[in-house]
């Protein structure tokens, strides 16, 4: 059951109001043998009271309160007990009109409140009173409705920004999670291109190792120093990246890999097997950081899919052209597979029918055991028809969201290359 808190307070309210009203009509009432006016008696006390009565639900039926208070004071004047004495409570409750209801209906109330004035002042025994008073009347009743309609844009003012205040918080708590989301987007982008890399080269090289232990002791004890070196390096990288996510430590700061480190790659890509050339063209300019890591990472993921996918004998082909608005970036290599779309997509388990079906590089059944790994960045041992992969989606956004354009397919002479264009304004 609700309870309404404003019947407690209006009914003091209501009390006061009569008590008030009831003193100014007795003490204040005209004297006999005042002309045409009549003294106070229980009967124009009682008119009183019933006036003061609709003070008590001012709040809940303000319109219906005012006609019923204005309603026993008209019957005062016009029984000649005078004006302005029990006038009180029409007052309260053209406030309560202007302050709680629209505007319309509170403009109605003042016309209402007004017009019994005229009424009286002319017909009533009001009429022998002066203009100044008359005037003085006037204001009062278009103080009292200017101030209730002052209240209430108040009020209307205060609930806004209130209400401002409140969408701004949803707002920033929006602009929060979606931060958080992009940054878990990020972590995890990083996290793969990492991880992925430095685990197929040291794959690659563990298997070199497998080979040669027993033929060439020498040359496996060099493979399983690089595997190590390779691991300490992808432990470090991990530790710079997770390390944000902590909050009992402070994260080890430093600088993101960029096309300055992309030699140091192609070099550590050369000792896992995998025959690649770096050619830079053009001036390095200012280049920004996040373009800067994003081709970087287009690279380090093109050159582990090569390794991946490519085949024995492969070749690859880093290019990077420094142009005065644009920073083009591509991967080629002349691998075998040459049946994959831009989207990167597998063709599992086509080993035994490449030159028919143009499988893709995960079909290498005969020479890679039967890996389902597409070109597109799935990953080694994915099945047919499975899920995509993260590497090329993790480049397409990251291409995307530096306003670049990404080119992913298989090259017309046979092979795959991976291409980015990054936009630059300014030369910068």
Same mark, same amino acid.
């Given at each position: 059951?609700?309870?309404?808190?404003?019947?407690?307070?209006?009914?003091?309210?209501? &009390?006061?109001? @009569?008590?008030?009203?009831?003193?100014?009509?007795?003490?204040?009432?005209?004297?006999?043998?005042?002309?045409?006016?009549?003294?106070?008696?229980?009967?124009?006390?009682? $008119?009183?009271?019933?006036?003061?009565?609709?003070?008590?639900?001012?709040?809940?039926?303000?319109?219906?309160?005012?006609?019923?208070?204005?309603?026993?004071?008209?019957? %005062?004047?016009?029984?000649?007990?005078?004006?302005? &004495?029990?006038?009180?409570?029409?007052?309260?409750?053209?406030?309560?009109?202007?302050?709680?209801?629209?505007?319309?209906?509170? %403009?109605?109330?003042?016309?209402?409140?007004?017009? %019994?004035?005229?009424?009286?002042? $002319?017909?009533?025994?009001? @009429?022998?009173? /002066?203009?100044?008073?008359?005037?003085?009347?006037?204001?009062?009743?278009?103080? &009292?409705?200017?101030?209730?309609?002052?209240?209430?844009?108040?009020?209307?003012?205060?609930?806004?920004?209130?209400?401002?205040?409140?969408?701004?918080?949803?707002?920033?708590?929006?602009?929060?999670?979606?931060?958080?989301?992009?940054?878990?987007?990020?972590?995890?982008?990083?996290?793969?291109?990492?991880?992925?890399?430095?685990?197929?080269?040291?794959? &690659?090289?563990?298997?070199?190792?497998?080979?040669?232990?027993?033929?060439?002791?020498?040359?496996?004890?060099? @493979?399983?120093?690089?595997?190590?070196?390779?691991?300490?390096?992808?432990?470090?990288?991990?530790?710079?990246?997770?390390?944000?996510?902590?909050?009992?430590?402070? @994260?080890?700061?430093? *600088?993101?890999?960029?096309?300055?480190?992309?030699?140091?790659?192609?070099?550590?890509?050369?000792?896992?097997?995998?025959?690649?050339?770096?050619?830079?063209?053009?001036?390095?300019?200012?280049?920004?950081?996040?373009?800067?890591?994003?081709?970087?990472?287009?690279?380090?993921?093109?050159?582990? =899919?090569?390794?991946?996918?490519?085949?024995? !004998?492969?070749?690859? $082909?880093?290019?990077?052209?420094? $142009?005065?608005?644009?920073?083009?970036?591509?991967?080629?290599?002349?691998?075998?597979?040459?049946?994959? =779309?831009?989207?990167?997509?597998?063709?599992?388990?086509?080993?035994?029918?490449?030159?028919?079906?143009?499988?893709?590089?995960?079909?290498?059944?005969?020479?890679?055991?039967?890996?389902?790994?597409?070109?597109? /960045?799935?990953?080694?041992?994915? *099945?047919? /028809?499975? *899920?995509?992969?993260?590497?090329?989606?993790?480049?397409?956004?990251?291409?995307?969201?530096?306003?670049?354009?990404?080119?992913?397919?298989?090259?017309? !002479?046979?092979?795959?290359?991976?291409?980015?264009?990054?936009?630059?304004?300014? /030369?910068?």
């Amino acid at each position: 059951m609700r309870i309404d808190r404003t019947l407690l307070p209006d009914a003091v309210l209501a &009390v006061a109001v @009569a008590a008030a009203s009831v003193a100014l009509f007795v003490l204040y009432g005209p004297e006999p043998p005042a002309a045409g006016l009549r003294a106070p008696d229980a009967a124009g006390v009682t $008119l009183v009271l019933l006036a003061c009565v609709p003070v008590a639900l001012r709040r809940r039926w303000p319109m219906a309160g005012l006609c019923a208070a204005l309603a026993p004071e008209t019957l %005062l004047s016009a029984l000649g007990y005078g004006t302005g &004495v029990a006038g009180l409570a029409g007052l309260v409750m053209l406030y309560s009109v202007a302050s709680y209801r629209g505007l319309a209906l509170a %403009l109605g109330a003042l016309l209402l409140a007004g017009a %019994l004035y005229l009424v009286g002042a $002319l017909a009533g025994p009001a @009429a022998g009173m /002066g203009v100044s008073d008359h005037l003085m009347a006037v204001v009062v009743l278009v103080a &009292v409705w200017g101030a209730g309609r002052s209240l209430r844009l108040r009020r209307a003012y205060l609930a806004e920004l209130q209400d401002r205040a409140a969408r701004l918080e949803r707002a920033h708590a929006a602009d929060t999670r979606a931060a958080r989301a992009e940054e878990r987007s990020r972590i995890a982008r990083e996290l793969h291109d990492v991880v992925a890399h430095h685990v197929s080269v040291m794959t &690659v090289q563990a298997s070199a190792a497998g080979k040669v232990l027993a033929s060439d002791p020498e040359l496996a004890r060099e @493979a399983l120093a690089a595997i190590e070196h390779t691991g300490r390096m992808a432990m470090a990288e991990m530790r710079n990246i997770v390390g944000v996510l902590r909050a009992d430590a402070r @994260a080890e700061l430093g *600088p993101q890999p960029g096309t300055g480190d992309l030699p140091a790659l192609v070099a550590q890509m050369r000792e896992a097997g995998l025959l690649t050339r770096l050619t830079v063209e053009g001036s390095a300019g200012a280049i920004p950081a996040g373009v800067d890591l994003a081709a970087y990472r287009l690279v380090q993921e093109g050159l582990t =899919n090569t390794l991946r996918h490519a085949g024995a !004998g492969a070749r690859a $082909l880093v290019t990077v052209r420094h $142009l005065p608005d644009e920073l083009d970036v591509s991967v080629a290599d002349d691998g075998r597979g040459t049946g994959l =779309n831009g989207q990167g997509a597998a063709a599992a388990g086509q080993g035994a029918a490449q030159g028919g079906q143009g499988a893709g590089r995960g079909g290498q059944g005969a020479d890679r055991g039967g890996e389902p790994a597409g070109r597109g /960045g799935q990953g080694a041992g994915r *099945p047919a /028809g499975g *899920p995509p992969g993260h590497g090329l989606v993790g480049i397409r956004e990251r291409v995307a969201l530096y306003g670049g354009i990404l080119s992913v397919g298989p090259r017309p !002479g046979g092979g795959f290359e991976v291409r980015a264009r990054f936009p630059l304004k300014d /030369g910068r």
